[in-house]
Nanobody, 119 residues
């Protein structure tokens, strides 16, 4: 059973920093893509950043230059360094891992971690 466990959320003042981490367990091979998504109250879940096993990254425009995603393929972990946080970054942040086999794709989600940025 594949599980994703997030850590590192919390309360921070605007302009501050937080680092989120996510560890994948129960997998027999490394995820193709790992990433972070977020969902604010009353809004749809949105992509924050993703990174492939080869290191290619993709960021939402709203976080470019402020957030940095990284991963350790050997440990199946993904991190999100969040700097210059803004109140609009307040949301529940979810870790995501996508596993691929020829002809199929399976996506797993973590339980979410709350990030609150006060003004």
């Amino acid at each position: 059973q594949v599980q994703l466990v997030e850590s590192g959320g919390g309360l921070v003042q605007a302009g501050g920093s937080l680092r989120l981490s996510c560890a994948v367990s129960g997998n027999t091979f490394s995820p193709y893509t790992m990433g972070w998504y977020r969902q604010a109250p009353g809004k749809q879940r949105e992509l924050v950043a993703t990174i492939t096993s080869g290191g290619s990254t993709n960021y939402a425009d709203s976080v470019k230059g402020r957030f940095t995603i990284s991963r350790d393929n050997a440990k199946s972990t993904v991190n999100l360094q969040m700097n210059s946080l803004k109140p609009e970054d307040t949301a529940v942040y979810y870790c995501n891992a996508e596993f691929r086999r020829p002809g199929s794709k399976i996506v797993y989600w973590g339980q979410g971690t709350q990030v609150t940025v006060s003004s």
